[in-house]
């Protein structure tokens, strides 16, 4: 197994800033501000912005997938 493997990269680059709009997005409709220093975030705070982020992108997969939009 590869030593230097990470999953918190971007697999494709041109997406990055659309990732971040959409992350902005979801956390500002759960109440918490991304930008700037978040040092002072809780883990809870992130988790919860990053598990929507997940569960809105399954979501959209499986409609793509039925042929529903």
Avoid: H
């Avoid at 999953?7 to 500002?28: G, H």
């Avoid at 109440?31 to 700037?36: S, V």
């Avoid at 990053?50 to 499986?62: H, L, S």
């Amino acid at each position: 197994m590869p030593r230097n493997t990470t999953s918190n990269r971007t697999l494709i680059p041109e997406a990055k800033a659309a990732l971040k709009t959409f992350r902005d997005q979801i956390a500002t409709e759960l109440g918490t501000d991304l930008t700037g220093y978040n040092g002072d975030k809780t883990s809870w705070e992130c988790g919860k912005v990053g598990g929507e982020m997940v569960r809105r992108m399954i979501e959209q997969a499986e409609r793509s997938m039925s042929g529903r939009r």
